[in-house]
């Protein structure tokens, strides 16, 4: 399963760093730059993922979306027919871990986004830069480093999680270590795979 553990552990880290790093950075520009009514509300609401943990937002998601689950049965109420989603696999296991770390990377764009001085804004807008231009060519790069602190919070959780990866039944590193630990009872092969894992954080690192 060595390679399973690899291949998976880097999958789930890239794509979760991906999304994670969408949705934290987005959501933190639209609370920061834009005035709407809860405006107050979501800023501290979208740190409340953090709160639940992973396999517990795997749980609910599946029971939401999942065979016979709320939303489905619900809309099919509505005389919509549609089956489950396929969830139970990679993909669904990084949308779920996404959701559930994104407030890493939220809080820290959150901080630059407010410590920027409007006269950067200004002067952007007096040399003829867009909106979009001025977001991808001067915040985000003013930003990277601490968007950068926040995808790799949110990979060590990745790699550090156990109770959603094993629900959907996708080996991972923390997964294989308690297989061999405690199923196989092998600790000198748990020992090999921590020590792997370590190697990858340092290179993460």
Avoid: H
């Avoid at 000198?188 to 993460?204: D, E, M, N, R, W």
């Amino acid at each position: 399963f060595l390679l399973d553990y690899v291949i998976n552990s880097i999958f789930l880290i890239i794509g979760c760093g991906l999304l994670s790093s969408i949705i934290g950075v987005s959501s933190a520009w639209i609370i920061t730059k834009y005035k709407f009514k809860g405006r107050k509300l979501f800023e501290w609401l979208l740190f409340m993922p953090l709160a639940i943990p992973s396999y517990i937002v795997a749980y609910t998601y599946v029971g939401m979306f999942g065979n016979k689950g709320t939303i489905i049965l619900f809309i099919n109420s509505l005389g919509i027919d549609i089956q489950k989603l396929e969830m139970m696999n990679i993909g669904g296991l990084i949308w779920v871990l996404s959701f559930s770390l994104f407030p890493y990377v939220y809080a820290a764009s959150r901080a630059v986004f407010i410590s920027l001085p409007n006269s950067i804004w200004e002067s952007s807008l007096l040399l003829g830069a867009s909106k979009s231009r001025f977001f991808f060519s001067i915040v985000i790069p003013l930003a990277s480093p601490a968007i950068i602190g926040g995808i790799f919070l949110v990979c060590m959780e990745v790699l550090n999680d156990y109770g959603a990866a094993k629900y959907f039944g996708i080996n991972t590193f923390t997964t294989g270590i308690f297989r061999t630990w405690t199923a196989l009872e092998d600790l000198q092969s748990s020992i090999y795979l921590s020590g792997i894992l370590f190697f990858l954080v340092l290179i993460l690192f």
